[in-house]
């Protein structure tokens, strides 16, 4: 039996994204004019558009409340400290079409999934390799999509990390963030493939495939503390790109407070037994 | 085409037959002339046409509307769904009105228009509502009146009764008694009152003490959850955050929406476009511009001073006010701007009811939990009797 393969779907500028016709990919749009060009006439691969730098324009996000098309937005985030409260105008583009608002691990970071929560917006916080003051963010963030109970929509990656400590194969951070050059390939305004989070000129290590599977295959040959971290299937060296020597004692605590709200979940679950799905399938009165 | 919906508070005319107190609404005799009603028409459908929106809700007020007259209803709506049919768009039209001047002539158009229902307004006790001539308790005797003759023809009638002081004087049973058992409603919504309009006297005794009122909402709230709530009455907005505590699709009052300025507009019967009714009766400085005089109104709406602040607020409040940090910020994001003007003088500060609305909320999730639980409970019943009678289970 074969295993189907996907082709993986190009991150390009809006320009570059003419040509890509069926191929499956995302167009990155920066001005109000690419926005409405990919709302109004969208090329059949099209997945969907990452927005950026565009919250402080207000007739962009009236545009986008048009329901010509229902294309997929990612909104993403420059400076969340100061962008946070912009969030408000995607309320009515909310109602025609799915959005996702990106954020970097940054001053403002918590700031921006509260009112993202509020609004009912799924998030991606894009961690990097985050400083000291950066995670203090993440973990005030992780806190508040752990156990604010008016929290709905998923806040990645804490949520797949979530699952995949619950069992549920959700793949690693360079997946779930969409940096994996095997499933995501990410172009520079040149048409040059890009690995995340670099911008030197060698990007020879993405041509072939499997640069996950090689860059966490080099860091433990070098050595680094992926080789005994308990939590390297998640992470397959994810903070240890683009800088190896990043040390991970802060982003290790993230995956043990993950970690653990895993575990009481997975007790939870355990203690719902087999008598408990027999009890719930049998027939019951409506109850108000 | 687009889910969302545009909804306009039209006031066909500011004239009123009755003369409450606390009134906020500059009464004038103008009424909205058929003759208007099409261009009033063209002007909406324009507007949606070119926000994709399909449908656009009609909610009739005044003033009273009833003044109009069924007649000119009938006519009004015939130029309007026509018109809005031609354009593959809909309205879906709306009648509050205070009651006094209801008779069965109007049954037709209120069936044919309004989909048989209508809301009206009382307070309990009533002591502001008055009639011209007999004051608060006349005009009691004759709504009561209208009310049953209303419910008799079939029609559907929901309250809004706005509190005051001599309601949690009385206390929450009592006025909850007033509401189901002496009127037989089965569907009120209670309002917290604001001194809007121009600063005067009576209407400056309007505003209530947080925590009294806090406390009768509270009361309210348990009463309805022991002996309504199972029963299918229906209590706004206690309903509503019931809804959205136990995980439902929720339809929260106006005052909570995300932000109000992408939702709806009023206009009057001249034509000015405003916020709410509240901006368009009361609040010049605040007009957005004239619908008659404008031929665009997606233009003045996109372009007015005053629009931009309303469009701003929630995005201020969150900036500079501790909305941010409140875990109830999604079912409210400040509340409500007019209630917030009128106390304060400006927009940009979160609603002076907050504490109220805090401990609604709470209580509101509180009592949503114990829904859950009982839903649960017949669950966790059978898995105790399992477990009781299972000898391999350890207890």
Known sequence: MSEEVHPPISILPSALAETQGDRPFVAIVRSRQELCRWLSNPLPGLRWLQVEGMLGDPEAWREAAHGDSNIPLDVVLSDPALEFSHLYRLVDACAVRPIRVTIPAAPGLTKAIRLAAALQLPVRVLPGQPSAAALEELQDALQFYLHEKTVDAPVEFFHSVLANMCDCDTGSLWTILEEDPDAFRHYDADGRARVPRTSGPDQSEITSNGFVRNHLSHLVAQGAECATCPWQRPCSGYFKWPDPAYSCEGVKQLFFNIQTAGNEIRQDVASFTEADKEILSEPREATP | ?395
């Open chain 2, 1 to 395: 085409m687009s889910e969302r919906v545009f909804s306009v508070i039209l006031l066909p005319t500011s004239d009123c037959n009755v003369a409450c107190d606390y009134c906020f609404e500059h009464k004038e005799p103008h009424r909205l002339s058929l003759v208007l009603v099409p261009l009033l028409t063209r002007r909406l459908l324009d507007h949606i046409e070119n926000e994709n929106i399909e449908e656009c809700e009609i909610y009739w007020q005044g003033g009273e509307v009833m003044i109009m007259g069924p007649a000119w209803f009938e006519d009004a709506r015939k130029i309007m769904d026509r018109a809005a049919a031609e354009r593959g768009r809909r309205f879906v039209h709306y009648l509050q009105t205070n009651l006094i001047g209801y008779s069965p002539a109007w049954n037709r158009v209120i069936r044919g228009m309004f989909n048989n229902s209508l809301g009206t307004s009382m307070d309990y006790p009533n002591i502001h509502r008055k009639l011209f001539k007999g004051g608060a308790a006349a005009y009691t005797e004759l709504w009561s009146r209208k009310l049953h003759e209303a419910q008799a023809a079939g029609i559907a009638v929901g309250v809004i009764a706005v509190l005051h002081k001599g309601s949690l004087e009385v206390g929450p049973e009592r006025f909850y008694r007033y509401f189901t058992s002496e009127l037989g409603l089965s569907n009120f919504q209670v309002n917290t009152p604001f001194p809007g309009g121009p600063a005067h006297e009576v209407e400056g005794g309007f505003q209530l003490e947080s925590i009294e009122l806090a406390e009768f909402m509270v009361g309210l709230f348990d009463i309805w959850i022991a002996e309504g709530y199972s029963s299918g009455v229906s209590v706004a907005p206690f309903d509503a955050l019931i809804d959205h505590f136990t995980g439902e699709q929720a339809r929260l009052p106006c005052i909570w929406k995300e932000n109000c300025s992408n939702q709806f507009i009023s206009v009057d019967a001249k034509g000015t476009v405003a916020q709410c009714d509240c901006w368009v009766t009361s609040y010049p400085e605040y007009f957005f511009g004239n619908m008659f005089q404008e031929p665009d109104l997606t233009g003045m709406l996109k372009t007015s001073r005053a629009r931009r602040e309303f469009v701003e607020r929630p995005k201020r409040l969150v900036e500079d006010e501790d909305c941010l940090s409140c875990r109830y910020l999604s079912i409210c994001h400040g509340g409500c701007p007019v209630r917030t003007y009128s106390a304060l003088g400006t927009m940009m500060a979160k609603d002076p009811y907050c504490e109220v609305y805090k401990t609604v909320f709470a209580c509101a999730e509180a009592h949503a939990g114990e829904i859950l639980r009982a839903r649960a409970a017949p669950i966790i019943s059978l898995r105790e009797r399992h477990t009781v009678g299972d000898p391999c289970v350890v207890t």
